[in-house]
């Protein structure tokens, strides 16, 4: 768009597919825009939510219900849309699951929003409202939340089959949930000042297609997915010193091109046997080292590899650099990028085996400061297994954060039923226009068990009337837990 000046006035050019709003009309079309992205990932919510086929440019075809997954997916233009999906993102790299829900809880704050402007409420007074009632609110979610331990198990368990419902890890979350809790137990840590770490950088997830996701199992140490060099070399070492290498086992090539004029048939050997000495020094150095397994990040070359094989030892190439940094945590090793200053220091040492049927290598690191496990996944196809890593991967990230806090939340829409109730009441303490606002909030939190009872084909009004008077029974050992097994009981019923 340029502006320029007739006559006094500004003109305003705009491109052809250009609109231009303003005041009431943006308003309205920026509410427009992000809640029709919230409307888009909300029938995924839940355990009776469905799964989602999308399809992108290329012809990639992604099935999911996973609610940031959906969105990084979808091909959005709307700048008011995009800060939906940033809310999406950052609810993700912050908890590691709640996506959907804090997309369907941002939609409808935005139509309460909407409401109370049509109220002549100042969006000034909307926002300090709002403000007020999410500061009340993370001190009421602090009020009603459970303490646990990372040694309970049993909450854990269910914290992560929680997380796994409705996804595709659903179907085999009794498996899927203990290897969660085992693999999150496996990396927590005790920090300095006493509190507790769970430490997901030291487990690590892998995926096979071709078996059930009920066979996918825990492994100590690493598992890489790749085969040797040469057929003579042997597959299966105990006590292995193993050398991790990021550069490749290869001559370097001129950085310009060359020509080389050659005159007698003898020189041609000549250059042969220099270019098979360089190799063999290569060789040479590894083996002074010790090493009786090399893990190599590129490539290695055929002459280099014989050599390797008549020494008897191991090497694997074209190994992933994320692999190479988690061997080096399993083995206690350093990554060597120049062979000249490798030595026996920099060698881990541990138990290489091959799993022939499976095509995969185990390592598993020796001695102290070793640590680190693998999460092995198993499903039927590729898309099994993708939706089956984005499943789990968010259950790891929950039970890792409820081992790190000790604390843990109802799940079903009992918190936000819980916590709406009592923002109602905060309200009443609240003067002026923002005790509107704060009441719209409260209002908004409900959309949680209502789109759950949606979801479940259940009459979602009848659900909101049920819940607060389960709230308020004196049988009721905590009005939390009641509000959460009504919504869940009536889901999975329906």
């Known amino acids: 768009m340029s502006q320029q000046q007739m006559q006094g006035q500004p003109m305003i050019i705009l491109g052809e597919d250009a609109q231009r709003m303003k005041d009431k009309s943006a308003q309205e079309h920026n509410i427009a825009a992000a809640r029709a992205v919230a409307e888009s990932v909300r029938s995924t919510l839940g355990p009776k939510g469905m799964d989602k086929m999308l399809v992108n440019n290329l012809g990639d075809i992604v099935i999911t219900n996973d609610g940031v997954t959906i969105l990084e997916e979808m091909d959005i233009d709307?700048?008011?849309?995009?800060?939906?999906?940033?809310?999406?993102?950052?609810?993700?790299?912050?908890?590691?699951?709640?996506?959907?829900?804090?997309?369907?809880?941002?939609?409808?704050?935005?139509?309460?929003?909407?409401?109370?402007?049509?109220?002549?409420?100042?969006?000034?007074?909307i926002i300090?409202?709002?403000n007020m009632a999410a500061d009340q609110a993370r001190e009421e979610i602090d009020d009603i939340s459970i303490d646990i331990d990372k040694d309970d198990t049993e909450t854990l368990r269910q914290i992560a089959e929680t997380s796994m419902t409705g996804k595709g890890a659903e179907q085999h979350k009794d498996v899927l949930s203990a290897l969660t809790v085992e693999g999150c137990q496996a990396v927590t840590v005790e920090a300095d000042d006493g509190s507790t770490i769970v430490d997901l950088a030291f487990l690590k997830t892998e995926t096979q297609t071709g078996r059930s996701a009920g066979d996918s199992e825990l492994l100590e140490g690493a598992v890489v997915d790749k085969n040797p060099v040469h057929d003579d070399m042997p597959t299966d070492v105990e006590d292995a010193s193993c050398l991790l290498v990021d550069s490749a086992l290869e001559l370097e090539e001129a950085e310009v091109d060359t020509q080389v004029s050659v005159t007698d048939p003898d020189q041609i050997q000549d250059f042969i046997s220099q270019e098979e000495e360089q190799l063999q020094e290569l060789v040479d150095r590894i083996v002074a080292t010790g090493a009786d397994v090399v893990f190599c990040q590129k490539g290695i070359d055929d002459m280099v590899q014989h050599y390797l094989a008549k020494e008897g030892i191991l090497a694997v190439r074209r190994v992933m650099k994320s692999d190479m940094e988690f061997l080096r945590e399993v083995l206690g090793a350093d990554i060597v990028s120049d062979l000249s200053t490798a030595s026996a220091d920099d060698?881990?040492?541990?138990?290489?085996?091959?799993?022939?049927?499976?095509?995969?290598?185990?390592?598993?690191?020796?001695?102290?400061?070793?640590?680190?496990?693998?999460?092995?996944?198993?499903?039927?196809?590729?898309?099994?297994?993708?939706?089956?890593?984005?499943?789990?991967?968010?259950?790891?990230?929950?039970?890792?954060?409820?081992?790190?806090?000790?604390?843990?939340?109802?799940?079903?829409?009992?918190?936000?039923?819980?916590?709406?109730?009592?923002?109602?009441?905060?309200?009443?303490?609240?003067?002026?226009?923002?005790?509107?606002?704060?009441?719209?909030f409260a209002d908004a939190l409900e959309v949680v068990p209502r789109v759950l009872a949606e979801n479940a084909g259940i009459d979602s009004i009848d659900t909101l009337v049920d819940l607060p008077r389960a709230r308020k029974s004196p049988a009721a050992p905590a009005a939390a837990w009641v509000a959460a097994w009504a919504v869940w009981a009536v889901a999975w019923a329906a």
């Open 78 to 125: 709307n700048p008011t849309a995009e800060m939906v999906v940033e809310v999406a993102e950052t609810q993700e790299d912050e908890a590691g699951d709640g996506t959907t829900t804090a997309v369907a809880i941002a939609g409808e704050l935005l139509g309460e929003a909407e409401d109370l402007l049509d109220q002549d409420i100042h969006p000034t007074a």
């Open 347 to 440: 060698l881990g040492h541990g138990s290489v085996t091959r799993d022939g049927d499976e095509g995969l290598f185990y390592v598993e690191g020796a001695g102290d400061g070793t640590h680190g496990v693998t999460l092995l996944l198993r499903g039927s196809t590729e898309h099994v297994v993708d939706e089956l890593e984005r499943g789990v991967e968010d259950a790891l990230d929950v039970v890792g954060s409820a081992i790190s806090t000790g604390q843990a939340l109802p799940g079903g829409g009992a918190p936000e039923v819980e916590v709406a109730a009592r923002l109602r009441e905060y309200a009443d303490s609240v003067s002026g226009r923002e005790q509107l606002a704060i009441e719209a």
């Open 128 to 130: 300090k409202g709002y």
